[in-house]
């Protein structure tokens, strides 16, 4: 092992020591300004998905099919669950007979008259016996001498009959309208032991297991059309004038303190009249982290309110000792002193507004050294702000 020289290492110690007394002019004296800047609130309110319903039972029966579990992706028109159907299925079937017969009903109908209305029945030779003769007897003398001395109107027998045929035509077309409703009102029946997707979404919560007998009104399920998230916050009334449909705000979700911007989506029309507040959506970025649920601060900004000039300061003079925010300032002795404050909301990316602890004139120290301590005295000839 290569030795070190005594005197070569007392150098570099002296150096060390020399550097580190120099002083450093990595800080800045900064005098504090004021800005005039609008009083913004904060409001609590949930995320929730962008669309979301809650399928419920519109017939008695027993649940026999779930399609999944919660947090399960189903895309639209998918079968989420199934109610017994098997007596609904053997109806059915005994509709479809139903129809069946008045369907043939109502072509017997029409082709009755139809031969009414092209051969009628009272001037056919084979509608008697004794090969027509007395069918045709009463043709050629009987009916025209009836006729001549006003005993019978042959014109209006034949009216009579075809009225009669076309009446059994419409009753036949009304067993066929009545068999068919019936049919449609066991398929509607059928439609409703089914739930189906309504759009693309996932399965966020089951009210039911397969084997639970429900009635009708049960909720079943819940479907959430999750890809895009919203806020939904109850605003006090006096503050829906700062926010217009498309307008972006500042929102804090409570999960590693994420902060991004939201769209008004929608504000609602009426306010409650018991909270005197307002209901607005906002919609949140595509791909923003987490989940229905979740609590979120919405930040508005108060126009009712007479915005007041306050002291902003940068965010680099600021310190945190025991969690508490502090900035050192100089007093007229050029003497430092620690002077805890209270931060306001942020001015810029750069700046912070300052609520109390400081004042408008204050020389405050940015970036202050590391070592700094009450009664620290700077060379502030060559720095900016110095009197």
Known sequence: MRKINPKSLAIVISLVTLLAALPSYSWQL?????????????????????KEVTLAAQMPGRVQYIAGSEGDYFQKGNLLLSIDDDDLVARRRAALAQLANAETALRNARVQYNRELI??????VGAMPGMGMPSLFDNLFTRNAGKALGYGNPDVERQADLYSSGTQVKNAESMVLKARSALEELDAKLRDARAIAPFDGKLVRKMVEEGDTVQPGTPLLKFAHTKFLRIQAEIPARLIFGLSKGSLVDVELDINNIQTKARVAQIYPVADQQKHTVTVKFDLPEGTPGGPGLYAEVTIEDTTSTSKPVPVIPKDAV??????PSVFILDQKNKASMRLVRLGADYDTERVTVLAGINEGDRIISAPPKNIKSGWTPEIQNQPGAN
């Open 30 to 50: 900064m005098t504090v300004e004021s800005a005039r800047v609008s009083s913004k609130i904060k409001i609590g309110g949930t995320v929730i998905p962008f």
């Open 119 to 124: 051969s009628p029945r009272t001037e056919s």
């Open 319 to 324: 310190l945190y000792r025991g969690s508490l």
